[in-house]
């Protein structure tokens, strides 16, 4: 394994740290990768020799590291490789910026250089081309109201809700009756409700939603999916 | 049209249930209000006007509704209010406290393009229960000026007024921004639209397509039954289609869910909550009257303080009101020239005075009770009394809002039946109205007095009264289910109701709502009260008897001319004589024909003419029935004397006999003014007949059932000792 143009996938993570260290503070010293990696300093040590050795770094112990040309091409490459996944997760796939990161570095690291480099081929044109303007508006569309927890198996109906628990609704039922009228009311998709008690005798329910609170039948609460909140 | 151009400006008042519209409508209009109903629906239609400077302003209180769908018929009336009122402007009344769900009405009234204030209202409340509220940010966001009130203190309605007048004199007035629902379904909006713009009818013209667009789309039932927009289901059908399978929501609430998304938004930005107080308050009081033990008790508690209030408090006034109404026929007696036109003045006092004055001494207890019911209802209480009380009605197929007017019939049918207005099911409103006048009202009281001690020990009779009470109820719950059952059937509408927070009622709100429901019973009622009167006099006095059996007039002038006896002998030994005379008159009369052809049906249940007549006058109104028996027995005065009537009674008739009168009585035709308000607040007189019809069949069938099973066993012949 000691192809030249192939390097670790964290050798990789070690030439963009040092990449964007030397970018905002015009020079990298082995203490501020470590702490910018979360690894103690011999294991960077290590790694700096391992980039040395590939002609990308200049490395000496005890003076500041530096990229040689080679060496910054490829940490450019891979720094616009993981803006170009970031990118594509967190605009398209409409991801919030902490899970787009990882998720951009898990993919690096997961599938080969083949393979990376056709992807972010792809990525670049969906976010960018002119003729993929309508994909994007769909995307952007459909994306957001995919729900982000799929694990339904956590949902319960409304009437199963233990009383002083508050829950969101995930789901209202097609075969509810008068869905409308329940919607008029505020009981849709994502909002917040606490049930609060039974009525006497009969199957009516005290679920407060917004300001103030609903009564509505058990028989009728079935049909309300809600996720119970921690 | 130009503003300038026209006589008045016109206003509509648009909020949610509980928002406190009211209060500001009486804050704008003070006492100027006309309330009327919309037509064919019991839905009240209020009306104000006021002037701003030189501005007369015509604002209409729309009735609370939480959208502008067309599920109820207080939407259907908002909806057409606004669409073809010719309405310049719309105050949209927020409650503060609750921004979220009250502006879910706010996006929809936008789509209306008509010029519109946000009348944040009960700001107080919101600081107090640590809301901070960027009212600019709601402004621009909604294309709207915000007026900041307190409707309870009068707080902030100069600046409403001022807001007014410059909204009516400014030639461009500001139009609401339209909400954006996304890309998808603003494409279908844009869409439909245009198929829309060529097929609105001119009447319409003033509303923008878009709205109809809108309303297609939300597969609104009204809109979608207009005859000109049928060529636009089927592409509206696919529009909802494509939006579902792309975003994956329901499409019955697909557009509430957009809606409810732009104003979290919005209230994200512009609501701040520091702490939330006020609504733990709520909130306690809450886990106690609603609490599943305690609910129940609590309520009958407040219903039996309510009664208490009613009945023990308006019986002072009912009193001065009786012997106002005995002055007024004592003058007019006095006044009225001696023996000249007597048809007249019997017709005036007895017809008239008497009749209307019957129903009047009501009144009192009519305002005490909406007076109790306004408060209760400001409280909030009201809606919570019917989630306590819904598991019980459910069982006779009726919700929760049907306990109260029912219990109400306790006192009277007629306020009874107009406390129906608050129950928002058609169905269950008829049902509840139909079967309420077998609740033993107060009328039926004198009656039950009379009878029971003539024919019971005095250890029977508290438990022969509960008796007549609890078949009043168990008829009346029994009839409910028949009627769900038959008549009304169908699947039981979605009860969904909203309870709001507790709140103190203001005095002046709880007087205007009390004098409207006076107001019309006074009205209505009345009119029809007094044709019944004088009907009734009519067939009590004619044909008129003039040869007796004996020649009583001729005898009262001897005694009257008996100079040997003392002014008190004479007058003891008229009475009778006098008694007489009238009880054959009486016979006579259309009112005793009648009697006697009735009685021959109600034979079979044990009554003979005397009873049956006298049901006749039971009809004008129940206690007459006692008046009118008085009469067929020869006393003059049968309340007066009613140890005398009672003796005589006694004579005539076996206890199964006097229990079926009573039975009789309670479940037969309801009085004219209950039939009056029935026929009213039903608003069909095939509803009113079927009551009618359906009444004198479960008394008739019930009391023969009762009479012959009990002369086969052979129960009640005897005085129970």
């Known amino acids: 394994m000691s192809d030249n143009d192939l390097i670790s996938s964290s050798l990789e993570d070690y030439l963009e740290a040092i990449a964007e260290i030397i970018e905002r503070n015009g020079h990298a010293h082995t203490k501020d990768i470590a702490d910018r990696l979360h690894v103690k300093m011999p294991s960077v040590t290590n790694a700096l020799q391992a980039l040395s050795v590939r002609g990308l770094i200049n490395y000496q112990s005890h003076s500041p590291v530096v990229l040689t040309s080679l060496g910054a091409e490829k940490a450019a490459v891979i720094r616009h490789r993981h803006a170009v996944l970031k990118r594509f997760f967190s605009e398209i796939l409409k991801l919030d910026s902490e899970t787009a990161d990882s998720a951009a570095c898990r993919i690096e690291h997961l599938i080969g250089e083949t393979v990376l480099s056709r992807f972010v081929v792809l990525a670049e044109a969906i976010g960018e081309r002119d003729d993929c303007r309508e994909l994007r508006r769909y995307l952007e569309e459909t994306m957001p109201k995919i729900a982000t927890s799929d694990d339904s198996s956590e949902w319960i109906s409304l009437d199963k809700l233990p009383k002083g628990k508050s829950a969101v609704v995930m789901r209202v039922g097609e075969n509810l009756r008068g869905v409308k009228k329940f919607a008029d009311l505020g009981l849709v998709t994502g909002t917040l409700l606490e049930f609060e008690g039974r009525a006497p005798l009969g199957d009516l329910m005290r679920v407060k939603v917004m300001g103030s609170s609903l009564s509505l039948r058990a028989s009728d609460a079935r049909y309300i999916l809600v996720k119970v909140m921690s | ?721």
């Open chain 2, 1 to 721: 049209m130009d503003a300038a151009m026209k006589t008045t400006f016109r206003i509509a008042l648009a909020g949610n249930p509980n928002c406190g519209k009211t209060t500001i409508f009486n804050q704008l209009t003070g006492t100027r209000q006309h309330v009327g109903n919309y037509p064919g629906v019991t839905v009240e239609r209020k009306t104000g006007g006021f002037r701003i400077h030189d501005l007369a302003v015509e604002v209409i209180d729309l009735p609370g509704v939480y959208s502008l769908s067309s599920t109820s018929p207080e939407e259907r009336v908002a909806f057409r209010e606004l669409v073809d009122g010719g309405i310049d402007l719309i105050l949209n009344v927020i409650d503060s406290g609750n921004a979220q769900r009250n502006l879910y009405l706010t996006t929809q009234l936008a789509e209306l393009d008509l010029p519109m204030v946000l009348v944040f209202n009960m700001i107080d409340d919101a600081k107090e229960r640590g809301l901070e509220i960027d009212f600019e940010k709601f402004s621009a966001f909604f294309g709207a000026p915000v007026v900041q009130t307190v409707g309870s203190a009068g707080n902030g309605m100069d600046d409403l007024r001022e807001m007014i007048y410059r909204i009516a004199n400014d030639p461009a007035p500001r139009r609401p921004v339209k909400p954006k629902y996304g890309p998808k379904t603003d494409q279908a909006i844009r869409a439909l639209t245009e198929a829309v713009e060529p097929l609105l009818r001119p009447e319409n013209r003033r509303i923008p397509a878009r709205y109809f667009a809108i309303k297609l789309l939300e597969n609104d039932p009204e809109i979608c039954n207009r005859a000109e927009f049928a060529s636009l289901l089927q592409p509206a059908e696919e529009w909802r289609g494509k939006i579902t399978t792309r975003n994956g929501i329901n499409s019955e609430t697909l557009m509430a869910d957009y809606r409810y998304g732009v104003i979290a938004g919005a209230c994200r930005e512009a609501i701040q909550i520091s702490h939330d107080r006020r609504r733990q308050l709520s909130d306690v009081i809450d886990r106690v009257v609603t609490n599943r033990f305690l609910g129940l008790p609590i309520f009958l508690v407040m219903m039996y303080l309510m009664f208490l209030f009613t009945f023990v408090l308006g019986e002072y006034p009912m009193m001065w009101l009786e012997t106002l109404f005995e002055g007024l026929a004592d003058l007019v007696n006095a006044l009225w020239p001696t023996g000249q036109a007597e048809f007249f003045r019997r017709l005036v006092i007895e017809g008239i005075i008497g009749g209307v004055g019957g129903v009047l001494i009501f009144l009192p207890n009519i305002l005490l009770l909406f007076m109790a019911i306004a408060f209760l209802e400001g409280t909030g209480y009201m809606a919570r009394a019917a989630f306590v009380m819904d598991g019980f009605m459910h069982l006779f197929g009726l919700h929760g809002k049907s306990f109260i007017p029912m219990l109400l019939g306790f006192g009277c049918s007629v306020p009874a039946v107009m406390a129906t207005r608050t129950i928002e099911s058609e169905r269950d409103r008829l049902t509840t109205i139909l079967v309420i006048p077998f609740m033993s009202c107060g009328a039926r009281l004198p009656i039950y007095a009379m009878i029971i001690p003539a024919f019971f020990a005095l250890r029977y009779q508290a438990a022969v009264m509960f008796i007549m009470y609890f078949i009043g109820v168990v008829v009346a719950l029994g009839c409910a289910l028949l009627l769900k059952s038959t008549l009304f059937k169908g699947d039981g509408e979605v009860f969904v109701m909203e309870l709001p927070p507790y709140r103190m009622p203001t005095f002046q709100s709880i007087l205007i709502q009390m004098w409207e429901r006076a107001v019309m019973y006074l009205q209505k009622a009345g009119t029809l009260i007094l044709t019944a009167s004088v009907i009734l006099f009519v067939i009590n006095t004619f044909p008129v008897r003039t040869s007796f059996t004996q020649d009583y007039p001729a005898q009262i002038a001897a005694i009257e001319h008996d100079q040997t006896l003392s002014e008190e002998e004479r007058s003891r030994e008229i009475a009778p004589l006098r008694g007489a005379m009238r009880a054959e008159l009486l016979e006579y009369s259309l009112a005793g024909r009648i009697g006697k052809v009735l009685a021959i049906p109600l034979q079979a249940v044990g009554f003979d003419w005397r009873v049956s007549s006298a049901l006749i006058g039971a009809t004008a109104a129940k206690e007459l029935f006692v008046a009118q028996l008085g009469v067929l027995f020869s006393i003059e005065d049968a309340e007066a004397s009613a140890s005398t009537l009672q003796q005589q009674l006694r004579r005539s008739y076996t206890p199964l006999q006097a229990f079926c009168i009573m039975l009789f009585c309670l479940l037969t035709i309801p009085c004219i003014a209950t039939i009056a308000v029935v026929r009213r607040e039903t608003g069909s007189w095939a509803l009113t007949g079927l009551q009618i019809v359906g009444f004198t069949v479960v008394a008739y069938t019930l009391t023969f059932v009762v009479f012959q099973v009990g002369r086969l066993l052979g129960i009640g012949v005897e005085f129970l000792q």
